[in-house]
């Protein structure tokens, strides 16, 4: 079965830093892109960033390029969010998602994680 | 970026009945489509990928058609488990980009 298990959230003050992690379990990490989807308090979802299975490509959306990072350690089973520069408008649940089986990205996912809360305030 | 425009966003209906949700999308995105349910406080679940075909495990009333630029998901007989937000989103085009979502209610 496959589990995906977010941790590190929290609350940051705005300009602040927060990583966040996902073990990974049930299934073999190193064959699948991997994504994180954030939605913000009572909002629809919002596509952040995915990784190829070696970690030798990432894409971001917009507006979290040059802030956020996302990396993954297979033999650790763990894909990773480290999040810089942070903004009220970062506020959401973040969850650890992974894509189908491709050697390109799928561009969808079809595993969740529960996610973590990340709440930027003063 | 392409938008996705979901009708309507809110739909209040009972067990048994027959629901229609609508994907709008801004431009053609062939058959890029999935659809996902969001039941209160839980994490998103694939539903319905590549506009028609059901993700392994999801209950046979759900069904997913279109291309191009408008897409339907449909639940044939509503069941209380199906009370729910569900999301379309596309992945033709970079950045991958949500619908706002529809909930469904009790009626």
């Known amino acids: 079965e496959v589990q995906l298990v977010e941790s590190g959230g929290g609350l940051v003050q705005p300009g602040g830093s927060l990583r966040l992690s996902c073990a990974a379990s049930?299934?073999?990490?190193?064959?699948?892109?991997m994504s994180w989807v954030r939605q913000a308090p009572g909002k629809g979802l919002e596509w952040v960033a995915n990784?190829?299975?070696?970690?030798?490509?990432?894409y971001y959306v917009d507006s979290v390029k040059g802030r956020f990072t996302i990396s993954r350690d297979n033999a650790k089973n763990s894909l990773y969010l480290q999040m810089n520069s942070l903004r009220a408008e970062d506020t959401a649940m973040y969850y650890c998602?992974?894509?189908?089986?491709?050697?390109?990205?799928?561009?969808?996912?079809?595993?969740w994680g529960q996610g973590t809360l990340v709440t930027v305030s003063s | 970026d392409v938008q996705l425009t979901q009708s309507p966003s809110f739909l209040s209906a009972s067990v048994g009945d027959r629901v229609t949700i609508t994907c709008r999308a801004s431009?053609?995105?062939?058959?890029?489509l999935a659809w996902y349910q969001q039941r209160p406080g839980k994490a998103p679940k694939l539903l319905i990928y590549v506009a028609s075909t059901l993700q392994s495990g999801v209950p046979s009333r759900f069904s997913g058609s279109g291309s191009g630029t408008e897409f339907t998901l449909i639940i044939s007989s509503l069941q209380p488990e199906d009370f729910a937000t569900y999301y379309c989103q596309q992945f033709n085009s970079y950045p991958p980009t949500f619908g706002q979502g529809t909930k469904v209610e009790i009626k």
């Open positions: 049930g299934f073999t990490l190193s064959s699948y892109w």
């Open positions: 431009q053609d995105i062939s058959d890029y």
């Open positions: 998602a992974k894509e189908p089986f491709g050697y390109s990205s799928n561009w969808y996912v079809d595993y």
């Open positions: 990784i190829k299975q070696d970690g030798s490509e990432k």
